[in-house]
């Protein structure tokens, strides 16, 4: 394939974007009133305003043929019918199946895809109803009150994300709690405020091989055994979530208590999947299929909807525009939702464990950039940390900013004041303040002359700063899985032009390997060795430390 950087449409973006170096968008707003209905699509209540952005209509058609281009229509049909698209790993890339209605037909290499996720979808169902109605109980006759879902990554941070989101949908009685880290003080923490006769675990992993996620599931298992006094307690407390039903058998769990997802689901893309277990127990099943349902409505949009109407696509094309012509390394995430306070760290795995590669699908150096470092805070806490960067710094970085038109949890005119800051970061980034407006502003304070030329230049903002509005109507379950899928296909896109492989992650292995080595070394059980005098100096300092007591 010919590298995208050769393609006429680079070639000519590159050029526009020496044009854009005398353009303001304050200059473009004024005169253009139309700029905003211009730059905003809809589906539904859920808008997206990208009308903050440093384009015209010809950098979108140039970013548009560059999407053309580089085959994304193409490459969207291929995801959507089950092709191989993680080469690397030889498997398709069908999370938009986990979504689909249930009379959708689809089969990949010979099996029934759409059959197989019915029939999950009616296993966990049932379970939820059985935890729900009480009659799945603990070892001493108790109902379920605590899910403890151990798992880590897209085993981790996809349900974590949307249990947290949509808490003012989830059932009476239930609480759901999320152990990731390997660092005992998390379990510990979570296995302090549950009581062992109540809590049911979820043991979530793809693999189920990994090592944080199984010394947690053993040590929450031997805790659960120590306080029933009985082994056969494991069975009334744990479930396990996986594609690999020998591990799970291994484990000492029963694979008839394995929810099981398959190989074509990647880990970020998983809460559609029995990953998305705690969700359904602690919102119930039917707030789950709304999630799902959200979903599907996005894939429709993106596979319907012309490039240029296209919520993902023009989201991607932004991405690109300034990661490859504006130097753009950095992107920000900023939801004006205090529930989704965890959506910049779920989208982090998402983007940055996606595109976060450095050669093509047929493995050559990329000469271009690639993901962007992903970062966010709710609103309006990040105003009064790093937004000071973000209108003055040196670096140019692209914002998103998500807020609900509605709060669920209104108090006095506290949603209004929060819509107000939203806004107005947008516009602020947007406008800037000249020299002449900083100036102004000090003379009517009643300054000196010499006063004013001395703080004048620290209060401009140059402005021109880009961003993109996502408003809704309300944080529910439909809402949230359009808002999901949307970042997912925004992802794919930019992926398919920078021609990597958005789908493996082979970046996290050497780590993981390198601590197994490391791990008997710094119990004392083999020598120190073969690492740099960096590590082994760590390491001896470590042992030392923990020896001295
Ligand atoms: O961090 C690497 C990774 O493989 C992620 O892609 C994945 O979501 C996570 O580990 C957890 O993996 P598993 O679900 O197999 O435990």
């Known amino acids: ?22 353009l303001h968008l304050r200059a473009l707003f004024a005169q253009d009133p139309a700029r905003f209905q211009r730059y905003s699509l ?43 698209l993680n080469c690397t790993e030889d498997r398709a890339v069908l999370h938009t199946a986990l979504r689909a209605p249930a009379d959708t037909k689809l089969s990949v290499d010979g099996q029934d895809v759409s059959a197989d996720v019915q ?60 152990v990731s880290n390997v660092d005992p003080t998390h379990l510990s923490e979570v296995l302090a405020r549950v009581d062992p006769q109540s809590t049911l675990f979820v043991v979530a992993s793809k693999t189920f091989t990994t090592q944080e996620t199984l010394a947690n599931a053993r040590a929450a298992r031997d805790w659960l055994i120590q306080h029933a006094r009985d082994e056969a307690a494991v069975a009334r407390h744990f479930v396990a979530v996986s594609t690999h039903r020998e591990a799970v058998t291994a484990f000492g769990i029963d694979p008839a208590q394995m929810f099981e997802f398959w190989d074509w689901v990647g880990g ?85 464990e996606s595109n976060g590669k450095s050669v093509t699908r047929d493995g050559r150096r990329v000469r271009h950039g690639t993901g962007p470092i992903l970062f966010g805070e709710p609103g309006t806490n990040g105003q009064h940390a790093f937004y000071q960067l973000i209108h003055q710094g040196t670096r140019l970085i692209p914002c998103d900013f998500l807020v609900a038109a509605q709060s669920h949890n209104p ?43 001395r703080l004048a230049p620290h209060r401009v903002f140059a402005g021109n700063r880009p961003s993109n509005t996502l408003l809704y109507r309300r944080l529910d379950p439909r809402t949230l899985g359009r808002i999901i899928a949307l970042y997912e296909h925004k992802v794919f896109v930019q992926g398919v032009i920078w021609d990597i492989n958005s789908f493996d992650q082979w970046g996290v292995e050497l780590g993981k390997q390198l601590a197994r080595v490391i791990l008997p070394e710094l119990k004392g059980q083999v020598a120190v060795g073969g690492h740099d005098a960096s590590t082994v100096g760590l390491i001896e300092h470590c042992r030392a430390l923990r020896e001295a007591g």
């Open 1 to 22: 394939m010919q590298r995208p950087e050769q393609d006429a449409a680079w070639k000519a973006l590159a050029a526009h974007r020496r044009a854009w170096s005398r």
């Open 42 to 84: 809809r589906l539904d209540d859920l808008l997206l305003d990208y009308s903050k952005n440093l384009i015209s209509d010809e950098t979108l058609r140039l970013l548009i043929q560059l999407a053309q281009a580089c085959g994304v229509e193409q490459a969207r049909a291929a995801m959507f019918q089950g092709e191989h």
């Open 119 to 178: 029939r999950v979808l009616a296993r966990m169902s049932a379970f939820v109803e059985a935890v729900h109605s009480g009659r799945w109980r603990g070892y001493s006759d108790r109902p379920i009150t605590d899910i403890v879902n151990i798992g880590i990554g897209g085993s981790d941070l996809g349900p974590a994300m949307v249990c947290q989101a949509l808490a003012p949908y989830a059932r009476p009685g239930l609480t759901a709690h999320f």
């Open 268 to 352: 970020r893309y998983s809460l559609w999947s029995a990953i998305g277990l705690p969700i359904a127990l602690y919102l119930g099943m039917e707030r789950f299929r709304e999630l799902l349902a959200g979903g599907h409505d996005m894939d429709r949009h993106f596979l319907t909807a012309p490039l240029e109407r296209n919520m993902p696509v023009i989201l991607a094309l932004l991405g690109v525009w300034y990661i490859e012509f504006w130097d753009a390394h950095a992107h920000a995430v900023l939801p004006y939702d205090q529930r989704l306070a965890r959506l910049p760290a779920y989208l982090q795995q998402l983007d940055m």
């Open 411 to 453: 108090i006095a005119d506290q949603h209004e004041i929060l819509i107000a800051n939203c806004l107005a970061q947008s516009e602020a980034l947007m406008r800037g303040k000249t020299l002449a407006e900083a100036r102004a502003e000090l003379k009517a304070q009643g300054l000196s002359r010499a006063e004013i030329a």
